[in-house]
């Protein structure tokens, strides 16, 4: 039973964290999801300039500029599935925007992990791709 009620906060902060994840990709605003990031955070990224582990949250605050600067709109997000653990959290979402100048809509389905300890989050671990039909 304990390991049950663990999951359950675990679960919770992260619901809470990843709904700021959310304001952040729709509108820009970063501030509570780097709040609730703990003093070694670290992040890994698939690709571009971010590939790989990052550590600390000025790294991650360079992220997230970059993304508002590259979605200068916003990321409309879908919630698909939760899966969780006593630590760790997965949330499953498909999400849609304009990329800078490009004519087409960006689309993509992205699995972001989420690491738990105490009340903030330690890791992000975000794993993303679509063929564009599946959105």
């Known amino acids: ?24 990709l729709e509108v820009g605003d970063w501030t509570f999801f780097q709040a609730m990031l703990t003093d070694d955070f670290t992040f890994w990224f698939p690709t571009g300039h971010f590939q790989g582990l990052n550590h ?3 790294r991650a605050a360079e992220f997230f500029e970059y993304v ?7 990321l409309k997000v879908e919630l698909e599935r939760v899966t ?10 498909r999400d849609q925007g304009k990329m800078l100048t490009q004519a087409d809509l960006y ?26 039909k599946s959105f």
């Open 1 to 24: 039973m304990v390991a049950n009620r663990t999951q359950q906060q675990t679960l919770a902060i992260a619901h809470q964290a990843f709904e700021y994840f959310i304001q952040g």
């Open 107 to 132: 689309k993509n389905r992205v699995a972001l992990s989420l690491d738990v300890r105490g009340e903030k989050i330690c890791a992000y671990r975000e794993y993303f791709g679509s063929d564009g």
């Open 84 to 93: 969780s653990n006593e630590t760790t959290v997965v949330f499953e979402f």
């Open 68 to 74: 508002n600067r590259l979605y200068p709109e916003g």
């Open 56 to 58: 600390g949250k000025d």
